[in-house]
């Protein structure tokens, strides 16, 4: 292993916890150090295999749709046809993300941007959260699948959703779009527009 640029020892309370071998460079424990045992269990997946379009206009928020929707496994949030996350118990989870971005037949370059927003009076307002990200297409026919995770501690009654749009910034052009797989990968069936899954602690 390497030599890191760790200095120790650390101490505790007066107690070397850690030092690091000089000759190896690996960090030793004169400690044992316990971690509290976490591990996640899949909550609920969605996705949409159907275009999403970005337009007709640019500047113009949409909400990212995840299929039909539905209640998750033990209750924690549920998902509508519109792409809104409610929450219906507090829990603490792991929300993962994946938007296909896909143009087709437009010249220049196409400028996504991808946010979330919470909203904690039932819909009527909404916050941006400071996930804000772009995705730039730069030639025709050009696809790129984005991917983000959150971990958060969510609350009863509290609200959340994907939103994308075309940005003024580039062309007028860029969707959310499936890949249907052909020949031998068909059995996987559809690449979708966008998809979520949500992990819980246990």
Known sequence: MARTSFAGPVYSEGRPVVTQ??????????????????????????????LQVGGPAVDVPRTVRYGPGGVSLTGIVSVDANGVITILKDATIVATTRLRAQRI???????VVVWGERSIDGGLNWTPLPNVSSI???????????????PARVVIGEKYRIRFARSSDGNNSG????QVLPGGLAFLGVVPSAYLSIYRFV
């Open 105 to 111: 037949g437009a010249a220049g370059v196409s400028i």
């Open 175 to 178: 969707d959310l779009a499936p």
């Open 21 to 50: 071998d000089l000759t190896t460079g690996e960090l030793v424990g004169q400690i044992p150090i316990v971690y509290p045992a976490a591990r996640t269990a899949i909550e609920a997946e969605y996705r949409d295999n159907a």
């Open 136 to 150: 730039n297409l730069n030639v025709e026919d050009d696809t790129i699948t984005f991917y983000d995770v959150i």
